[in-house]
C-alpha cells in the first residue's frame, strides 16, 4: 500500500487529515486503537482523544504477567477520561512447540482482532520509526526476502478492514517529548528490559552501537523498507503473470510449461500461488527443495514437501498444493437421505439430492433410500460397474483412468445401499440402479473454510 505523507510534527490536526484521507478513500467508519497503555499507545489514544473521530480501545490481556489486570484498569481509566470505549480480550499467548513467546503474543493478538475489525473498521496500531528499525533488522537476520525485508507497511488490508500504522515514520524521541509535554502518564512492561528476547537485544545493545557511527540509521532503514516493500510488489506483480501460464485449476500447476522459467522465477512463482490459497508461506529452503524435485523428470506419484500443514505433490505431469489432512479412510457414516453429512476429514459435505431434473445424466433409482445408506472409503478390491459401461472394474482402474492423483483415491466418498456399492460420489454411479428421471444423486460440497 502506498503511503501517507506525514508532517515531522506530532499533531491531533496531522493524525485527523490521515483519517480523513483514508476514511475517504476506503469507506472507513470507524477506528479501533490497540491499546497496550505504554507510551507508544498512550500518545495515539491521546491524539485520536482531540481528533474527536468515532474511536474505540481495545487493551488484549495476554495473561502472561500477574500485573497485566492493573495494567487493564489504567487503560480503562484513561479510556474514561477521554470519554473512548473500551474492551478487554483475554487471550491464550502461550508459545507452541518450536514458537518464540514474542511469536507467540504477537499471533495471539492478531488473531483477536481479526475477529472484531469488520470492512467498514480501521484497526490502528502505535508502532513507530524505531520500531521499523528493529524489525528489518531481525528479518534481515532470519535471511527474509523483499517481502520480509518490507517490514511493517503504513497501510494494509486486515482481516474485513484494514490497519494503520499513524506513527511509523514518527521517532521514539519525538513520542516521548509528546508525552512529556502533555503530561501523559503510561505503564512500563519490565520484559521490554528483557535482553533474551531478540527484540529486545537488538534495541538496548546493538542499535545503540551502531547508532554512534550511523546516527540516521532509523531514518535509513525506513527508506530501504519503503525500497523492499516496492520490490516485492514487483515481484508479485511478475510472479502472477508467469502463474498465468502454468495455472491448470487454482490447486494445480503444469509442471513442463513451470520447467521453462528459470529456479529464481519458479520460486516467486510458488510464494504467490501459496499467497493466493492464503496458506502458510514456505522457507526459502522448502521452495528449493520443491525446485529441486521438479528438475527430474520422474512422475514419481509419491513425492511429497510439507510445511506447516500444507502440502506439495507432484501426479504425472501436475504438481498440486492442498492442505495436509488426518484422514482414516476406515470410517463409517449413516446417512439420511434427507440430511447432509459433514465429513470433516476431507472437508467436504455429502448430500442426497431429491427430485433431480436432468438430460441425458444418469441419476440413482429412488429404490436405494429403502436401503440403509452409509458413506464409505476406499479399503481395497471394491468393484463397480458404471451406468451405461460394459463389465465390472476395479475402484483403481477407475481412478487410473479418470486420472485422480493416488493421495487422493481414499479420500473420495463411496455410497453404499446396504452393502452393495452404488455410486463412487462425484464420478459413477452403479449401472444396476441407474436411471434418466425420477431419480436422486449424491453430491459432494467442499467446506467452506479459512
Not at 10 to 26: D, G, I, K, P, V
Not at 388 to 409: D, M, Y
Request: charge should be negative; aromatic fraction near 8%; include cysteine.
Amino acid at each position: 500500500m502506498a503511503n501517507i505523507q506525514n508532517s515531522p510534527i506530532l499533531t491531533a490536526e496531522r493524525l485527523a487529515q490521515q483519517l480523513m484521507q483514508l476514511a475517504n478513500q476506503h469507506n472507513i467508519k470507524t477506528w479501533c486503537l490497540a491499546y497496550s497503555g505504554g507510551v507508544d499507545s498512550q500518545v495515539l489514544l491521546h491524539l485520536l482523544h482531540l481528533t474527536k473521530l468515532q474511536v474505540t480501545a481495545v487493551y488484549i490481556d495476554h495473561g502472561l504477567q500477574a500485573v497485566s489486570t492493573e495494567w487493564a484498569k489504567h487503560c480503562a481509566y484513561q479510556c474514561q477520561q477521554f470519554d473512548i470505549p473500551f474492551q478487554v480480550i483475554s487471550v491464550d499467548a502461550l508459545p507452541k512447540r518450536g514458537e518464540g513467546p514474542e511469536a507467540a503474543a504477537r499471533m495471539a493478538r492478531y488473531a483477536a482482532f481479526k475477529t472484531l475489525i469488520k470492512d467498514d473498521m480501521c484497526l490502528l496500531t502505535a508502532q513507530h520509526q524505531d520500531d521499523q528499525s528493529e524489525t528489518v533488522l531481525l528479518q534481515l537476520l532470519r535471511g527474509a526476502g523483499a517481502a520480509g525485508l518490507s517490514a511493517m507497511s503504513e497501510l494494509s488490508e486486515f482481516s474485513a478492514g484494514w490497519h494503520f500504522r499513524p506513527l511509523i515514520n514518527d521517532t521514539q524521541e519525538s513520542i516521548l517529548e509528546y508525552a512529556e509535554l502533555h503530561s501523559l502518564t503510561w505503564v512500563d512492561d519490565p520484559t521490554n528490559q528483557q535482553q533474551d528476547y531478540y527484540r529486545n537485544y537488538l534495541r538496548h545493545r546493538v542499535i545503540p552501537e551502531i547508532k554512534q557511527r550511523w546516527p540516521s540509521l532509523d531514518k535509513t532503514l525506513s527508506v530501504f523498507a519503503q525500497q523492499q516493500a516496492e520490490n516485492a510488489e514487483l515481484l508479485t506483480v511478475l510472479g502472477d503473470i508467469d502463474l498465468q501460464t502454468v495455472l491448470i485449476e487454482e490447486d494445480c500447476l503444469e509442471i513442463a510449461s513451470l520447467k521453462k522459467f528459470d529456479d529464481a522465477r519458479i520460486r516467486n512463482l510458488l510464494r504467490c500461488w501459496v499467497k493466493r490459497l492464503k496458506y502458510s508461506m514456505p522457507s526459502r529452503a522448502v521452495l528449493l527443495q520443491i525446485v529441486q524435485q521438479l528438475q527430474g523428470e520422474s512422475h514419481d506419484t509419491h513425492s511429497l514437501v510439507s510445511w506447516a500443514g500444507v502440502e506439495v505433490r507432484r501426479f504425472r505431469d501436475r504438481l498440486f498444493i492442498l492442505k495436509t489432512l488426518k484422514h482414516d479412510p476406515s470410517q463409517v457414516f449413516d446417512l439420511k437421505p434427507n440430511q447432509s453429512l459433514v465429513i470433516s476429514s476431507i472437508e467436504t459435505t455429502i448430500i442426497v439430492q431429491q427430485n433431480v431434473v436432468s438430460e441425458n445424466v444418469y441419476l440413482l433409482s429412488k429404490d436405494i433410500l429403502s436401503f440403509p445408506l452409509s458413506i464409505r472409503f476406499r479399503q481395497g478390491g471394491e468393484l463397480l460397474k458404471p451406468a451405461g459401461r460394459s463389465g465390472s472394474h476395479t475402484l483403481k482402474s477407475l481412478f487410473q483412468e479418470a486420472a485422480i492423483p493416488s493421495w487422493q483415491r481414499d479420500r473420495i466418498p463411496l455410497l453404499y445401499a446396504g452393502d452393495e456399492l452404488v455410486a463412487i460420489v462425484g464420478y459413477w454411479l452403479a449401472d444396476k440402479y441407474a436411471v434418466k428421471v425420477d431419480g436422486v444423486l449424491p453430491v459432494a460440497l467442499k467446506l467452506l473454510t479459512d
